[in-house]
């Protein structure tokens, strides 16, 4: 961890800046103006990246949130019902197996 940078040398950031009428524009406590995010120059390079993406009408908001649940997907056997329930047969003696199998 650097230790050239310390709490105290970071600015007091808890109150605001004063704002008087000669100075209309919001500023850091440094004194130094805030970026503005509404100027010629930032929509221009904001439309120059838009074009170089090669998605351009990608969104999020279209895709659904990944962390919802999920609705249950059908499943479909591809075993006729006979050889379905021969396969839980199978399964259940080879599960009874094994639990028998290990208890001795």
């Known amino acids: 961890m ?3 940078l310390t ?4 600015p007091d950031l808890s109150t605001p800046p004063i704002q008087t009428p000669q100075h209309q524009h919001q500023q850091t406590p440094a004194g ?3 970026a503005s995010w509404n100027t010629p120059k ?8 838009r074009a ?6 990608f969104s999020c908001s279209a ?3 990944p962390l919802a649940p999920r609705p249950a997907i059908a499943t479909h056997s591809r075993f006729d019902p006979q050889t379905e329930e021969r396969l839980k047969g199978v399964l259940r003696a080879a ?3 094994v639990q ?4 001795s």
């Not at 709490?7 to 970071?10: G, I, T, V």
């Not at 028998?100 to 208890?103: A, D, F, K, L, P």
């Open 42 to 49: 930032f929509r221009e390079e904001y439309e120059n990246a």
């Open 63 to 65: 895709l659904p949130d």
């Open 52 to 57: 170089r993406l090669q998605h351009g009408d």
């Open 2 to 4: 650097s230790t050239d």
């Open 32 to 34: 130094k103006p805030l």
């Open 7 to 10: 709490m105290s040398d970071l």
């Open 100 to 103: 028998g199998g290990g208890s």
């Open 95 to 97: 599960k009874e197996s």
